[in-house]
């Protein structure tokens, strides 16, 4: 079992940015494949960014590519998310998620535990 927690979230002006954590406790969050996801108010959560087991493998949705980074430390059992040049549309609250395998993790149903999430808003 993982407990995951996020924390980070605010308030910024667009074009700013911010820097997403997630803590997980247990000692096997090394074995886990993480993810972000986001859902803005009235719309479906959908998918950020994953990252695999030990960091060396990434994927990002087309709408953050370029501007948010995925990274983890397994010694902290932590991943984070900076974001960068963050747009108005960005404003949502976001997730973490971890996953048994680094598959279609792009999809919320591979992922098995999830953080209760974090608010981010960027003001035009």
């Known amino acids: 079992q993982v407990q995951l927690v996020e924390s980070g979230g605010g308030l910024v002006q667009a074009g700013g940015s911010l820097r997403l954590s997630c803590a997980a406790s247990g000692r096997t969050f090394s074995s886990y494949a993480m993810g972000w996801f986001r859902q803005a108010p009235g719309k479906e959560r959908e998918f950020v960014a994953a990252?695999?087991?030990?960091?060396?493998?990434?994927y990002y949705a087309d709408s953050v590519k370029g501007r948010f980074t995925i990274s983890r430390d397994n010694a902290k059992n932590t991943v984070y998310l900076q974001m960068n040049s963050l747009k108005p549309e960005d404003t949502a609250v976001y997730y973490c998620?971890?996953?048994?395998?680094?598959?279609?993790?792009?999809?919320?149903?591979?992922?098995?535990?999830w953080g209760r999430g974090t608010q981010v808003t960027v003001s035009s």
């Open positions: 998620a971890a996953a048994n395998r680094y598959l279609d993790t792009h999809l919320l149903g591979s992922y098995h535990y």
């Open positions: 990252i695999n087991c030990n960091g060396g493998n990434t």
